[in-house]
């Protein structure tokens, strides 16, 4: 599975924006999806996870209430909507899949990773 992350930016505290992770190579709905995310000088930390059917959803408590994790299936393709995004928020984002093996872990091991896309809030 190849995966594209796209949609990062420079953008203000208070702003929103949506990133979108493209797979592509195998069949997307036999996958559970994560967002994972590095800060400068600090270790990779899981954001938000998705089912392969979308019908489970997790979060960080540091972004509950305002990241909200979405696929569609039909394209591919997973959404992480960021909402009053905050300076703390800044960092490398990455999209992750597992494959579906029974139940989802959403902070266990994936098998891929994208290539990340920088997301940077200014205060």
């Known amino acids: 599975v190849q995966l594209q992350a796209s949609g990062g930016g420079l953008v203000q505290a208070g702003d929103s924006l949506r990133l979108s992770c493209a797979a592509s190579?195998?069949?997307?709905?036999?996958?559970?999806m994560g967002w994972f995310r590095q800060a400068p000088g600090r270790e990779r930390e899981f954001v938000a996870g998705i089912s392969w059917s979308g019908g489970s959803s997790f979060y960080a408590d540091s972004v509950k209430g305002r990241f909200t994790i979405s696929r569609g299936n039909a394209k591919s393709t997973v959404y992480l909507q960021m909402n009053n995004l905050k300076p703390e928020d800044t960092a490398v984002y990455y999209c992750?899949?597992?494959?579906?093996?029974?139940?989802?872990?959403?902070?266990?091991?994936?098998?891929?990773w994208g290539q990340g896309t920088l997301v940077t809030v200014s205060s």
């Open positions: 190579g195998h069949t997307f709905s036999t996958y559970h």
């Open positions: 992750a899949a597992v494959f579906v093996r029974g139940s989802y872990s959403p902070y266990g091991e994936y098998d891929y």
